[in-house]
């Protein structure tokens, strides 16, 4: 949980990226509050290694649109995955950004059983939180291997994968919110297509 620091210096000199730093990290309940509710406080100490140097944090490594597209684009290209892992367009965003779907499971075989339980899995519905990106490779690496038990969970299932719900809010730097300024967490029960489209054809492909 230590923080993440990028130096632009470290980067242009040393090709260094991303990389944890930071002492004396602390969270903690502060004595600020409004409505009821109590804030807190996260500090830590930390020396800038260059002077005149411009320098970011974050809590958990960045994980773009630009980075699931090349992603996508290596699983669409690799002559194994791509015979059982199907990637198509769920629908667009607000901004026109794709929103994708990966299918995923093993073609069947002769003449056996077609009928297989879905699985649906999404991710990255709060822009912010980039860490569910990286468990959400974790998993399509997982799933998308050759090993005895990802095989047998591709025969037996299909995976329905959203691996990025709300592309708008990842591009310009939201936290937690759409280009509509809403939690699209919240909004499963809406049924405004124009305004959370994401959220309405994930919704619409459960149902089917």
């Not at 470290?10 to 409004?34: C, F, L, P, Q």
């Not at 591009?171 to 909004?187: E, P």
């Amino acid at each position: 949980m230590r923080p993440l620091l990028y130096s632009e210096a470290d980067a242009k000199k040393h090709n260094v990226g991303w990389r944890r730093t930071g002492n004396e990290i602390k969270y903690y309940r502060n004595s600020a509050g409004r409505g009821g509710r109590q804030y807190f406080s996260l500090t830590w100490t930390f020396q800038f290694p260059h002077n005149r140097d411009t320098c970011y944090f974050a809590h958990c490594y960045p994980y773009t649109y630009s980075n699931l597209q090349d992603y996508l684009v290596s699983i669409s290209k690799d002559p194994v995955k791509s015979k059982f892992c199907k990637i198509h367009v769920l629908c667009h965003s607000l901004a026109r950004n794709i929103v994708y779907v990966l299918t995923i499971t093993n073609p069947h075989e002769g003449d056996k059983d077609t009928k297989r339980k879905a699985v649906i899995l999404t991710a990255r519905v709060h822009p912010g939180e980039t860490n569910s990106s990286w468990i959400m490779k974790g998993f399509l690496d997982y799933i998308l291997g050759n090993s005895g038990n990802a095989q047998v969970l591709r025969d037996n299932f299909v995976f329905k994968v959203i691996p990025m719900l709300n592309p708008d809010g990842v591009i310009v730097g939201n936290h937690r919110c759409s280009l509509a300024g809403q939690d699209l967490n919240r909004k499963y029960k809406s049924n405004l297509k124009e305004f959370y489209p994401s959220i309405w054809y994930t919704r619409n492909m459960i149902k089917r």
